[in-house]
């Protein structure tokens, strides 16, 4: 930052003070500097007010470059960055390939002012230059691959910071958000082979024309650095660090709700703002009270509550308790869901639940609301309406785009949830994956989308379709049963530091695009959003109906297809040779049954002896359950420690909160035909386990061809 930047920035920031002192802040007087771009990413006060100044947030990414006419022919292609695609993934070729097959393309070129808000790679080789306001040196001039994972590790003046938070809060999974502001342009080049992976995605905002922005400079990394330290800390644990500012006493919420009866479990009067919601709901079938128990928000007497969703569902983690923590949500091991969205009202706020089961629930918790002065002019309704289509056939022949929030007026799209039931038998995710779809965000008069993505894992911000459990704080797997993508699946992104503002309308939808036909899938979800009054949206009323009771498909058999071809399965409990061992029942196992081996002491040993009908190269796969009893096993093979494909040769299978089946891999060896023995050698489990278990769904032989 030059001398004058910097008087300019401490005189706009001792200006801004002085106004706050007197009422609602004039933010078209404030300058955007690093340092401010760091303070929004924490600002959960600042997304319910209309941004000023203003902006437009588009991605530049790797999508197929002939998704070009909307529902036409070639719409839902799908070469977005495998590399060999028909046409360049890329906005200009800048330099044909030469003999060694390497050229130039254009990223983005982006007139300012702007900010680079987020990036995302599953995977891309070669290197990237980024040209800040036309320097003659680029600010990053590397392997492409770090820049858009590893951005900071690049300046040594990063060095200072916190380095363990950066890396759950810069760095979420596979992407980073590391805002980067320019005054006049921002030019991003990749040089590289065409033909070789190159998966990207680049967001940026392009604010109005004449807003003042400093330009990033690495020094920017120590002359914020105090603030960078102060948000990654609040951003690494929001419940410890952002406690409500509100002083008042908090509300009490305490409610039952017989079946089919609504009440009204809080009302206030305004002008103010609900900061927080503490709700804990309490029921003999909690999961399926979670899903037919209905949240209902109305603010400033609209007749149809500007919330609208299954009370589970609503803070991000559905179905059931699946514990994690987010920026705005919270989701604690006893049940209590915590949300801190802030959301302001003029007049009055009604807090209604909907008892939609058939069993008596209870609601318990507080809210804390504060002071606010509503902005004629500013202010949003905040927005959050739930909607399920089931029984559904997803298709990769029959590709269909899935709305998540079509509405008419002005506001800014805050955050994404999707809440699936996926049926398929394939218990790998090459097969049962569902969502090679990509995300298409239409705002106000876009022919093509601002946003248009590469899959729907990376628009939550990881890849390859990975069954993960991660939770950061602005997206997150908090489940996903198994084996594979198999079973229900959730996935939560939140827009804070790259929301989505939009005049006049904005059209959020989803590709349903799966590995392979799949009926019986079930894909509720929810756009979060603030609304300025008037708003209108394509919301239908929850029916009863729509939230029924789901459940897996009883007695499923695994499919030797996808990345299961050319296997056969066998049940744990067929290879006990005839020693008899406990059983599991639930829809979530093959056959409906699972082999609970309960071991005695550290040493014991469970065999299971494995067929395989003739000679070959192979890999032997098992599926264990993960749960809150599961101990821990060194596996061996034939007398042998056999390593597993992630390097080691022991599992774990203990998760507190989650009941889970993942795929155990041995490495790929040569095996004759013949009766072979798979052993299980107990190692121990947590202390506070009475009595430990390993559960073994089934074990399965693929050759390797």
């Excluded at 997803?394 to 590709?399: K, Q, R």
């Excluded at 009883?554 to 299961?564: E, H, L, N, Q, T």
Aim: hydrophobic letters at 35%.
């Amino acid at each position: 930052m030059n001398t004058y930047e910097m008087l300019w920035a401490i005189g706009s920031l001792l200006l801004a003070v002085l106004v706050a002192g007197c009422g609602p802040r004039d933010t078209s007087r404030e300058v955007v500097t690093t340092g401010s771009l760091y303070e929004e990413m924490i600002d959960l006060a600042g997304l319910a007010e209309f941004p000023d100044p203003a902006y437009k947030t588009i991605q530049l990414s790797s999508y197929d470059r002939r998704s070009s006419v909307p529902g036409g022919p070639e719409w839902f292609a799908n070469s977005d960055g495998f590399g060999g695609e028909p046409l360049p993934g890329f906005e200009a070729v800048l330099s044909e390939p030469g003999a060694d097959s390497i050229g130039q393309y254009l990223m983005a070129d982006v007139e300012g002012p702007g900010a680079m808000v987020r990036l995302w790679t599953a995977a891309i080789d070669g290197s990237v230059q980024l040209w800040l306001d036309g320097e003659s040196e680029p600010v990053y001039d590397g392997p492409a691959n770090d820049f858009f994972q590893r951005l900071l590790d690049a300046y040594p003046q990063a060095d200072s910071l916190n380095r363990e938070n950066l890396e759950r809060t810069i760095y979420q999974r596979d992407a980073v958000y590391a805002p980067i502001p320019f005054a006049r342009r921002l030019r991003l080049v990749w040089t590289g082979n065409l033909h070789h992976i190159h998966f990207y995605q680049l967001e940026v905002r392009k604010y109005a024309p004449g807003t003042r922005v400093v330009t990033f400079q690495p020094e920017d990394l120590v002359t914020y650095g105090e603030t960078i330290d102060r948000v990654t800390a609040a951003l690494a644990d929001p419940d410890a660090t952002l406690p409500p500012s509100a002083q008042s006493e908090p509300h009490a919420i305490a409610v039952e709700l017989a079946p089919g009866e609504s009440v009204d479990a809080l009302v206030l009067e305004g002008p103010a703002a609900l900061q927080q919601l503490e709700l804990k709901l309490e029921a003999d079938q909690v999961e399926r009270a979670l899903r037919q128990t209905v949240l209902h928000i109305h603010f400033d007497d609209y007749p149809r509550g500007q919330v609208q969703s299954p009370l589970g569902d609503f803070f991000g983690a559905a179905p059931g308790i699946n514990p994690y923590q987010s920026l705005p949500f919270s989701v604690l091991p006893d049940g209590t869901m915590i949300s801190r969205f802030v959301m302001p009202f003029q007049q009055s706020l009604k807090v209604r639940l909907e008892n939609m089961g058939d069993q008596t629930v209870t609601v318990t918790g507080s809210a804390r609301s504060a002071p606010y002065e509503w902005d004629p002019d500013r202010s949003m309704h905040f927005r959050a309406r739930w909607r399920a289509d089931h029984d559904m056939i997803a298709d990769p022949n029959a590709v269909q785009d899935l709305p998540f929030l079509v509405a008419r007026g002005q506001g800014v799209y805050v955050g994404t949830t999707s809440i699936l039931l996926n049926p398929n038998p394939v218990p790998t995710p090459a097969g049962s994956w569902w969502g090679e779809g990509d995300e298409k965000v239409f705002v106000d008069e876009d022919a093509q989308p601002s946003l248009f993505g590469t899959g729907s894992e990376d628009y939550y911000n990881y890849s390859w379709s990975s069954p993960d459990i991660f939770t950061f704080p602005y997206c997150g797997q908090p489940r996903n049963d198994g084996p594979g993508n198999r079973g229900f699946v959730t996935n939560y992104r939140w827009h804070v530091l790259d929301p989505l503002p939009f005049e006049r309308s904005i059209g959020f939808y989803m590709e349903l695009y799966s590995h392979e036909r799949t009926p019986g899938l079930s894909y509720a979800r929810i756009g979060y959003h603030y609304g300025r009054p008037g708003l209108t949206d394509d919301h239908a009323t929850i029916m009863p109906l729509d939230v029924r009771e789901l459940r897996l498909p009883d007695g499923w058999v695994p499919a030797a297809r996808g990345g299961a071809r050319n296997s056969v399965f066998h049940q744990a409990e067929e290879l006990t040779g005839g020693v008899w061992m406990p059983l599991a029942s639930d829809p979530l196992y093959a056959g409906g049954r699972l082999l609970v081996w309960p071991p005695g002491r550290v040493g014991d040993v469970l065999r299971l002896n494995v067929p395989v009908a003739a000679s070959g190269e192979y890999r032997i796969h098992f599926v264990a359950r993960l749960d809150q009893n599961g101990g821990t096993a060194e596996v061996w093979w034939d007398g042998e420690a056999a390593e597993l494909t992630d390097g080691t040769s022991s599992v774990d299978l203990y998760r507190p909160h989650r009941t889970l089946l993942r795929n155990y891999t041995l490495r790929q060896r040569q095996i004759s035909a013949g009766t072979h023995v798979l052993e299980l050698v107990y190692t121990g489990a947590p202390a506070e386990i009475e009595r430990p278990e390993i559960g073994i769904d089934f074990v399965w032989v693929q050759e390797r061809r």
